[in-house]
């Protein structure tokens, strides 16, 4: 049982030695890999401001929605989701130009689509606050555009 003991020990304290000593002297060992303190601080801060932006993108996001399906954006009574949600693929004739109401999912590439077509460019945000002004007889700009454009790319 002592000569068990014994050489139990003598495991016990090669394996602290190795730990202590082989750090110390190779460039490749386990401990050099960990992070320091401050890059651990770091990663931790980087973490955090990506939560934080993540959050601040839901919000966005989030109160887009609500402007979307808000009759209040524009002064006739009207909401984005009006036309796009309740009256897609509805043809109607906007100042003498007859034209189908699509979904705004995939907004992004259907736009390219209609840049190509017409041989325009108009972005997204533009694309939106011609919408908002010719169809919602609105002005929107700012927080709220930024909300719309968010949750319309979101989709």
Do not use: W
């Amino acid at each position: 049982m002592e000569d068990t003991m014994k050489k139990f020990l003598v495991l016990v304290l090669f394996l602290a030695a190795s730990v202590i000593y082989l750090p110390l002297n190779s460039a490749n060992a386990i401990g050099s890999t960990l992070p320091s303190v401050e890059s651990s601080h770091g990663t931790m801060h980087h973490r955090y401001m990506q939560h934080k932006m993540t959050a601040r993108k839901a919000k966005l996001i989030a109160y887009g929605k609500k402007l979307f399906y808000s009759k209040s954006i524009g002064s006739n009574g009207f909401s984005c989701a009006t036309c796009h949600v309740y009256s897609v693929d509805t043809y109607i004739n906007m100042h003498g130009k007859g034209m189908v109401i699509m979904t705004v999912k995939n907004a992004k590439q259907k736009l390219a689509a209609m840049n190509k077509m017409n041989h325009t460019h108009m972005t997204l945000v533009q694309r939106v606050k011609m919408c908002d002004r010719m169809a919602l007889k609105g002005h929107v700009r700012g927080r709220k555009l930024r909300a719309l454009v968010a949750y319309i790319k979101s989709l």
